[in-house]
Each structure stands twice: as structure tokens, then as C-alpha cells.
């Protein structure tokens, strides 16, 4: 099961467009939870953090795109 969550993220990210947009999705919520939420607990400071570090990753894969598998150091 594991396995396929990973194939999953995967291919999920090799779409660059999607990528970006659930990146973005996810960085909205964690900046409003920061910066303008009257709450102020704990777990909602988690939250915001979780959301926008998995938000910027997929936003950051999204612009500059996957490493290729193999680089050949050889010229």
C-alpha cells in the first residue's frame, strides 16, 4: 500500500500545472492561518505549518519540474 502511495504522489507531481495549483490551494489556508487568523492554539500553528511546507514543495516541483533520473558526469 505504501508502494502505491508513492507511485500515486508520483505521478500526481510529474503533472506540473496540477502541481502548481494544489500548491497554491494549499499555501491560501496556511497564509491566512498565520497572518490574519484570530485563533491562536497550538494546533492550528502545526496545521498552517504542514499546509504551506507541502504547498510551497508541490508549488517548487511545479515551476523548476522534476531532476532527471540519471546525470552523466562525463563529458
Known sequence: MLRRGRGLLLRF???RALAVV???ALLAPAV?????SA???W???GLALVLSATGAALVWT??????PDFIDSER
Open 22 to 24: 494544489t500548491g497554491l
Open 32 to 36: 491566512w492561518i498565520e497572518f490574519a
Open 43 to 45: 494546533w492550528m500553528s
Open 39 to 41: 485563533a491562536d492554539s
Open 13 to 15: 507531481v510529474r503533472r
Open 62 to 67: 511545479g515551476v523548476a519540474g522534476l531532476p
